[in-house]
């Protein structure tokens, strides 16, 4: 018997073919999503009023957590229902007005298919993520999607590999599309998303800003010994000028301070804010993103801008040095 020949596939072949796989299956989606079911899939969960539950076997499984805590952070309430511990007691999660969106290959998971029933019986709406979209889950959803691949990237055909990343994109495409439904915007990621990099990137301006009793600000008649003390006590190297009537009236900075002293040395302690101040400097509403502060710091090349209200109320001075502090950047 002649002994078969020997695989010359090296490493970087496979991993090669592999990636080569898993990409088609991807691009597969796309030229065979249904726009009819995959907008239906949308608009239930757009309409659910209870929460969305994640559920599937094994690798399936895996996925649906990833699926569920996308759906979570893009703001729709979801979380992972393992299929066997439904049946022994946890189905008391799932409530009349959930969504319940189930993933399995093959449409046949014992575990999931055991959950129909009950599913129907709550009233909960199901939607099914399947290889197979003739399958029992396929049949008894309320809208199915098509995630079926030609092969597994596993060199056996065995082990979930593209069926399983095919499903990931799939839940990503709905979680998204969802998200713009919504219309949920980088504050409300800020929101959900307090730590990390990513979070002080998304920060609010008034979680940073100098606000209330350390915002620097003088009234427009102050003279220059209490304009110098109001900046050297606060430590921003500026300070907001306000009107008699409270509102912003405009900006001076020690960089000001210094170029009087070199072209009017004789009278800058006699002069008063409203005759040294910056008027209608740049200002932002407590409500922008830090980010947002930065990129107008760094384009009009100051270390300061002013935080103001609708009726130009000094509200706070967001700093370089506030954004240093966050590790912002």
Not at 45 to 56: D, K, N, Q, S, Y
Not at 209 to 224: F, L, Q, T
């Amino acid at each position: 018997m002649t002994p078969p020949a020997p695989d010359t596939t090296t490493g970087l072949d496979l991993a090669k073919k592999v990636l080569r796989i898993e990409a088609a299956a991807i691009l597969g989606l796309v030229d065979r999503l249904d726009g009819g079911a995959f907008d239906q899939a949308v608009q239930l969960l757009f309409e659910c009023r209870g929460r969305v539950i994640v559920t599937g076997m094994g690798k399936s499984g895996i996925i649906c957590r990833k699926i569920a805590a996308t759906l979570s952070s893009t703001g729709t309430s979801a979380w992972f229902l393992h299929p066997a511990e439904a049946t022994h007691g946890d189905l008391g999660a799932i409530r009349e007005d959930d969504v319940v969106l189930a993933l399995s290959n093959s449409g046949e998971t014992e575990e999931l298919v055991r959950l129909l029933e009950a599913i129907r019986r709550i009233g909960a709406r199901l939607i099914a993520l399947t290889g197979q979209p003739g399958s029992t889950l396929a049949r008894a959803a309320d809208v199915t999607l098509d995630c079926s691949i030609s092969k597994e990237a596993c060199p056996l055909n065995l082990v979930p590999t593209a069926s399983t990343t095919a499903a990931l994109a799939l839940g990503d495409a709905l979680a998204l599309t969802l998200s713009v439904r919504k219309g949920f915007r980088e504050e409300h990621f800020a929101s959900l998303h307090p730590g990390g990099k990513l979070g002080k990137r998304l920060m609010r301006v008034e979680h940073v800003m100098s606000g209330g009793e350390a915002a620097p600000r003088v009234r427009s008649d102050a003279r220059m010994p209490e304009i110098i003390h109001e900046m050297s006590s606060k430590r921003l190297g500026m300070t907001s000028v306000i009107d008699a009537d409270g509102r912003l009236a405009g900006v001076f900075t020690d960089g000001d301070l210094r170029r009087l002293f070199m072209t009017r040395p004789q009278d800058v302690l006699t002069l008063i804010a409203a005759d040294v101040m910056t008027p209608s400097p740049l200002t932002v509403p407590r409500e922008v993103l830090a980010v947002e502060a930065l990129r107008i710091m760094e384009t009009h090349k100051i270390t300061s801008v002013i935080v103001v209200d609708e009726n130009r109320i000094v509200e706070g001075v967001v700093h370089l040095h506030d954004l240093w502090r966050t590790q912002m950047i």
